[in-house]
């Protein structure tokens, strides 16, 4: 397997933009995250899909930001419009749900991230 | 928010010496995870250690887990540079999975 596959790799671009990142996961796995990493914050959680329904979506900033899972290899990030504080690497991770039902029990597999820049 | 803590934030050693990062974390937990992350890249699954479990070994790497202080620790013996990497502690459950701090580790040659 490929593994979690995040596009662009690198995006810069202009405050007010809108910046849409790509994320497909491991064949197999029902459950997809997505994740912001900065210097100041860390890792932290936006949202994540179970079964490409989204459970949890407490982590998104703001309304700026937008997540869907249109099947089960596909999901999107969107920032709209995108400002400054935005920039940050995102990543996309997969998972298999093990034990509990609608528990994540499993590790987690992470794409290569997505680092944006908004100037 | 977040809810493991690594200790320390930054450690730095000699090739050859052993590292020991801690982690923290606030709530029960089914298990505990340890990734890794290179610079510039995604975090890598490292080792699964569960509830039930005190201690666990793979390779180089040694973990603990003690769920009555709600902590961990991971030892990395016989360091190497490639080590060099940014460790961090995660905790899965029903509908979160939270991951620490980090401890950045850097393994001079």
């Known amino acids: 397997d490929a593994g979690v596959i995040q596009s662009p790799r690198h995006e810069v671009t202009e405050m007010g933009q809108e910046v849409t990142l790509r994320c497909k996961p491991i064949?197999?796995?029902?459950?997809l995250f997505w994740y912001r990493q900065t210097m100041m914050r860390g890792l932290e959680l936006l949202i994540y899909f179970n079964n490409n329904v989204p459970i949890d979506d407490s982590g998104m900033p703001e309304d700026r930001f937008s997540a869907k899972m249109p099947n089960a290899s596909f999901s999107t990030l969107k920032i709209q419009p995108s400002e400054p504080r935005d920039s940050a690497v995102y990543f996309c991770?997969?998972?298999?749900?093990?034990?509990?039902?609608?528990?994540?029990?499993?590790?987690?597999?992470f794409g290569e991230g997505s680092r944006l820049t908004v100037l | 928010s977040q809810q493991g803590e690594e200790d320390p934030q930054a450690l730095s050693i000699q090739e050859g010496e052993n590292a020991t990062m801690n982690c923290s974390y606030k709530t029960s937990i089914n298990n505990l995870q340890w990734y890794r992350q290179n610079s510039g890249r995604g975090l890598v699954h490292l080792i699964l250690?569960?509830?039930?479990?005190r201690e666990k070994h793979s390779g180089r790497l040694r973990v603990t887990l003690d769920t009555s202080k709600k902590s961990s620790s991971l030892l990395i013996t016989a360091s190497r540079a490639a080590d060099t990497a940014s460790y961090f502690c995660a905790t899965p459950g029903l509908g979160q999975f939270y991951f620490g701090t980090g401890t950045s580790l850097t393994v001079i040659p």
């Open positions: 064949s197999g796995h029902d459950y």
């Open positions: 991770a997969s998972s298999l749900a093990k034990g509990l039902a609608g528990g994540i029990t499993g590790e987690l597999f």
């Open positions: 250690i569960r509830s039930n479990e």
